[in-house]
């Protein structure tokens, strides 16, 4: 947020450079970036420490009125941020309504309806039902972020419980609305969505493994993120049809697949050393053997 | 870049007196290629429209070959109606579009009929189809009747200028003109008080006929218009005039770009465009926050 306004006061700053020898120039840049920006009043002053306003300057008329002209062009900029706010405001709102009308239009109407704005909103976001699992896979993405900042619990764990933990977590997150979470896996699955969900998945797994304390950036991190992405989706499959209380099938489930990826790895990396030494047995005999014919 | 904003800015500003869009914002208006006085282009528009009613929809059909009923159908899609909406069909005299946003709705009850909330919500739905001719309105009347939806509370006909609303502030969710924008005397005017009637979140869209500009499509599609349709309009309505002024007003129209930056002027955001059939028609969509 600091930082698009930011970019935001730059972006002012550079067209009045632009624009100078006019002081007329500056009140309504003025204006609409105390108006725009979230920043207090102080800091915009901060920004032109040396205005000064001269209502007298009248040579500037011309010039004075194409810049009002870029203004309304700039603030059709920050309307877009606050078109997105909107958004996500209807969106965290129709949430609620996720389990009474499943990942459907009908619970973003009552979202919109919650929000305060015409539910017509629900019929500029793309992709309909779409827009919605998006912005829930998001939010869960930034919860799980926000958590793996603050939590002291994960530091004291080995890395493969870390991992459990961590995609317990995330899919614990799911639990409230697993009754029409098929629903959701099935819009996922559209191939018009399947770009960003992909997307979402592959950002939710390497946030785990960063989590989990791995900074590989060998082959190794191909094999690893894809191991994840499958326990991951596997689990969540799993869960779907899990009626234990609390879910303790899945997660019993979920450990025993973390489990067996790490033997594997270990199984994988013994296999390696023994070729590695094979290898070498190999080698050295194949050059006692060129050794002897060449001696010849 | 703010340079760029400058220059750009200035050319908007130079560019209307050197280019004939500027008869729109001047005292002189077009009629097609005539060039008219303000006060009169609405009396020639009201001519025309009268003088097709009663054929409109029939000529529709053999203009567009049937293409316009998908065209209605996709503006309504994008819409996406919702049971309780408070709708406004501007130009929309025969009821076409109106029609197909009250089915639209009566599916989406259907699916949540289970849903007593819903039945409420179905009785407060309004769909106002606002025309300024009296005569393309009873023709709209007359196949409600037809279809059995003469006695809906839900629709509700009105006469009225586009240019000058008779609805409140903020009262509406929707706002749609199809064929309708190209016909009024001053689109500006159109914009802001479309603007003015929708509520925080309301829609508008817009479906027009536009400006193709494929290369060899162009040129088969201007040769369709300037030659074949005003015969058709002779042959099966008997009125050339009218259908002449049709074809020759689709040019008159601000392009794309132009007509979407005219909506972004008039306080829409996420004002976009989707062409069909290569521009022969567009849906300008807008949302006022």
């Known amino acids: 947020m600091y930082r698009t306004a930011a970019n935001r006061l730059l972006h002012h700053a550079s067209l009045i450079k632009n624009s100078s020898g006019s002081h007329l120039l500056r009140l309504p840049i003025l204006r609409t970036v105390i108006a725009s920006s979230r920043f207090s009043t102080t800091a915009d002053l901060q920004t032109f420490p040396n205005q000064t306003f001269n209502p007298s ?19 059709r900029k920050n309307p877009r941020a606050e078109y997105e706010e909107e958004q996500a405001r209807v969106l965290q709102a129709s949430l609620r309504h996720v389990i009474k009308f499943g990942w459907s239009e009908e619970a973003m109407i009552a ?3 919650e929000s305060g704005v015409s539910p017509s909103i629900v019929g500029s976001f793309p992709r309909k039902e779409a827009a919605l699992v998006e912005f829930f896979m998001d939010d869960c993405l930034q919860r799980l972020i926000d958590r793996i900042d603050s939590g002291e619990e994960l530091r004291q764990l080995i890395p493969s419980q870390r991992i459990s933990k961590l995609v317990r977590i995330r899919l614990e997150m799911q639990a409230p609305y697993i009754s029409k979470w098929p629903q959701a896996l099935s819009i996922q699955a559209h191939p018009m969505n399947v770009p960003t969900s992909f997307k979402q998945r592959a950002m939710l797994v390497d946030e785990i493994w960063h989590a989990a304390g791995d900074e590989a950036s060998d082959i190794d991190w191909y094999v690893k993120r894809t191991f994840l992405g499958g326990i991951y989706s596997t689990t969540e499959i799993f869960m779907l049809t899990d009626r234990s209380p609390e879910f303790r099938d899945t997660w019993l489930f979920l450990d025993d697949r973390v489990k067996d990826a790490f033997d594997l790895k270990k199984t994988i990396q013994e296999a390696t050393y023994l070729a590695e030494a094979v290898g070498a047995g190999m080698g050295s005999s194949l050059q006692g053997f060129v050794g002897k014919v060449f001696q010849r | 870049m703010a340079l760029r904003l400058v220059t750009r800015n200035l050319r908007n500003r130079i560019s209307p007196k050197l280019c004939s869009a500027s008869l729109l914002h001047s005292h002189a208006t077009s009629f097609g290629f005539k060039e008219v006085r303000e006060e009169e282009k609405s009396q020639m528009v009201g001519k025309v429209f009268s003088n097709v009613a009663s054929n409109y929809d029939l000529m529709n059909d053999f203009m567009s070959a049937g293409l316009h009923r998908l065209w209605k159908d996709r503006l309504v899609s994008k819409l996406s109606p919702f049971p309780g909406m408070k709708h406004l069909d501007v130009a929309g005299g025969t009821g076409d579009v109106a029609f197909r946003i009250l089915e639209s709705i009566n599916s989406i009850r259907r699916r949540a009929l289970q849903d007593p909330i819903n039945d409420d919500l179905q009785e407060e739905t309004r769909i106002y189809v606002c025309d300024i001719n009296q005569n393309m309105l009873n023709v709209g009347k007359n196949r409600a009747l037809e279809r059995g939806l003469g006695e809906v509370k839900s629709l509700v006909w009105v006469q009225g200028d586009a240019e000058a609303l008779s609805f409140e502030d903020n009262s509406m969710d929707g706002y749609t003109i199809a064929f309708g924008i190209r016909n009024v005397t001053h689109i500006e005017k159109v914009l802001t008080e479309a603007y003015r009637v929708l509520k925080r979140g309301g829609r508008f869209l817009c479906l027009e ?4 500009e494929i290369p060899v499509f162009k040129e088969l599609y201007d040769l369709y218009s300037f030659s074949v349709i005003p015969r058709l309009g002779e042959v099966v309505a008997g009125d050339r005039e009218s259908y002449q002024y049709l074809v020759e007003s689709i040019r008159r129209f601000p392009p794309q770009e132009k007509f979407a930056s005219m909506i972004a002027d ?24």
């Open chain 1, 57 to 75: 300057d009248s040579s500037t008329s011309s010039s004075s009125s194409s810049t009002a002209g870029d203004d309304s062009r700039h603030g």
């Open chain 1, 111 to 113: 979202g919109a309806k």
């Open chain 2, 209 to 212: 006929l536009s400006h193709v």
């Open chain 2, 266 to 289: 008039a306080g829409f955001q996420m004002v976009e465009y989707e062409n069909l059939v290569g521009g022969v028609v567009a849906i300008h969509s807008g949302l006022k926050i």
